[in-house]
């Protein structure tokens, strides 16, 4: 393992879903994360998954980072993190979440975890970033969104490499591992573009 992160930050949903092992994944992260002594970054609220994760994390002695949009703010509760931002909008909460973590790890949620997901992906195909992106994987949640992906590798639309960079685990402990140990993205978008 080359080193272990100060930040985290973790994308999931601001729902429950419908299982729950959802809300228990979240709360074992926020776990993990804390007795690693690992800050959580995450975006604020003190619902579904993202509120179980918070008050783990915060109940385990973790530190706890909570990034809002200020029109979220003024009409949803939050966890009462060790640290609260409130920014601008979506745009400005994403670019902090980044600035503010060196790794990003996304949970069962829904089309916000997904795009925040995809951003931070992306970015890193970009060479925006070379901090390393994870998957929980919860009771095969990422299950068909794994095939699709590989789906667009396949059409040509992605690099396998890419696919690949994707850190996938079911357990938490060993998916930080992971991602502590993975090297930086070995494929970029640009470079491919040149040729």
């Given at each position: 393992?080359?080193f272990m992160?100060?930040?985290?930050c973790v994308f999931c949903?601001?729902?429950?879903?419908t299982?729950?092992?959802?809300?228990?994944a979240?709360r074992?992260?926020?776990r993990?994360l804390?007795?690693?002594?690992i800050r959580?970054?995450?975006?604020?609220?003190?619902?579904?998954?993202?509120g179980?994760?918070?008050?783990?994390?915060?109940e385990?002695g973790?530190?706890?980072l909570?990034i809002?949009p200020r029109r979220?703010?003024?009409?949803?509760?939050?966890a009462?993190?060790t640290?609260?931002?409130i920014?601008d909008d979506?745009h400005?909460?994403k670019?902090r979440m980044y600035?503010a973590?060196e790794?990003f790890i996304a949970?069962?949620?829904?089309?916000?975890t997904m795009?925040?997901?995809?951003?931070?992906?992306?970015?890193?195909?970009?060479?925006y970033h070379?901090?390393?992106v994870g998957?929980?994987?919860v009771e095969?949640?990422f299950?068909p969104f794994?095939?699709?992906?590989?789906?667009?590798?396949g059409?040509?639309?992605?690099s396998?490499?890419?696919?690949?960079?994707l850190?996938?685990?079911?357990?938490a402990?060993?998916l930080?591992?992971r991602?502590?140990?993975?090297?930086p993205?070995?494929?970029?978008?640009?470079q491919?573009?040149r040729?």
């Amino acid at each position: 393992m080359r080193f272990m992160f100060e930040s985290v930050c973790v994308f999931c949903g601001s729902s429950p879903g419908t299982r729950p092992g959802y809300a228990e994944a979240a709360r074992a992260m926020g776990r993990e994360l804390a007795r690693r002594r690992i800050r959580l970054v995450y975006g604020g609220g003190d619902i579904g998954c993202m509120g179980e994760l918070s008050r783990a994390a915060l109940e385990a002695g973790g530190k706890v980072l909570g990034i809002i949009p200020r029109r979220l703010f003024e009409r949803v509760a939050t966890a009462e993190p060790t640290e609260l931002v409130i920014a601008d909008d979506m745009h400005d909460r994403k670019a902090r979440m980044y600035e503010a973590s060196e790794a990003f790890i996304a949970l069962p949620g829904g089309v916000g975890t997904m795009d925040e997901l995809f951003e931070a992906w992306t970015w890193r195909q970009l060479g925006y970033h070379s901090k390393p992106v994870g998957l929980l994987e919860v009771e095969g949640f990422f299950g068909p969104f794994l095939a699709l992906i590989k789906t667009i590798a396949g059409e040509g639309f992605m690099s396998p490499a890419l696919v690949a960079d994707l850190i996938v685990d079911d357990e938490a402990p060993r998916l930080l591992d992971r991602m502590a140990a993975a090297p930086p993205i070995a494929y970029h978008k640009l470079q491919e573009s040149r040729g």
